[in-house]
């Protein structure tokens, strides 16, 4: 198994451009979940998935839109980068609602 | 509103010590804590979790206790390693009308001299 996943690694964004950050898991898991991670801080979550076709706001969801077409794949996309969405940001998934139990690798997005 | 409140931010341990990390919680209805690892560079990792109904929890060195009646539970790490440097963060969960949410602390950078 190869976990979570998460394409690109790092990005650089301009100011107002759009990107897509893709995540897949392979276990099977129904539920999914993106966070940011800022530093210095804990986790915050942005949005979650409980299933395909399902998915719901989190803390932060302001900036950033997800789907979920397929068990395997839940993208985050951001549509007018700030600055201020500059962060770490992590897909995890689990077996167990609500608890992120395997994460990505993680994606560091800079917007300058 | 930080719901869960972690220290130190910060720890130095020498090799074969205890390490210790508290948390503490506000909200009564949090069900489920967690703990996560954290390696520089690498996503976390959960580490080991508690429910409310149970005061300490172990694996192999790694032991969570509980205290309910005061909000707290604290990751205790037996005979600490150089392996074991890394951001650890404790978190809670509760089960809200849309979904179970996870509100993390903010982290703890441990350090394990040699």
């Known amino acids: 198994n190869a976990g979570v996943t998460q394409t690109p690694k790092f990005r650089i964004l301009k100011i107002g451009q759009s990107m897509t950050l893709q995540c897949t898991q392979d276990?099977?898991?129904?539920?999914m979940y993106w966070y940011r991670q800022d530093p210095g801080m804990g986790l915050k979550l942005i949005y979650y998935?409980?299933?395909?076709?399902?998915?719901d706001k989190g803390e932060v969801p302001n900036g950033y839109n997800v789907s979920r077409s397929t068990t395997e794949d839940f993208p985050l996309r951001l549509e007018l980068a700030a600055p201020s969405q500059t962060s770490v940001y992590f897909c995890?998934?689990?077996?167990?609602?609500?608890?992120?139990?395997?994460f990505g690798p993680g994606t560091r997005l800079t917007v300058t | 509103q930080q719901q869960v409140k972690q220290s130190p931010q910060s720890l130095i341990v020498q090799k074969g010590g205890i390490s210790i990390i508290n948390c503490a919680y506000e909200?009564?209805?949090?069900?489920?804590f967690p703990w996560y690892q954290q390696f520089p560079g690498k996503g976390p990792a959960l580490l080991i979790a508690?429910?409310?109904?149970?005061s300490e929890k172990k694996e192999g060195r790694f032991t969570i206790s509980f205290n309910k009646s005061a909000k707290q539970f604290s990751l205790h790490i037996m005979d600490s390693q150089p392996g074991d440097s890394a951001t650890y963060f404790c978190?809670?969960?509760?089960?809200?009308?849309?979904?179970?949410?996870?509100?993390f602390g903010e982290g703890t950078q441990l350090t394990v001299n040699p």
């Open positions: 995890a998934s689990s077996y167990r609602g609500g608890v992120a139990e395997y």
């Open positions: 276990m099977n898991h129904n539920y």
């Open positions: 998935s409980v299933g395909a076709g399902i998915t």
């Open positions: 909200n009564t209805a949090f069900d489920y």
């Open positions: 508690i429910r409310p109904d149970v």
């Open positions: 978190a809670a969960s509760i089960e809200e009308t849309s979904g179970t949410r996870l509100t």
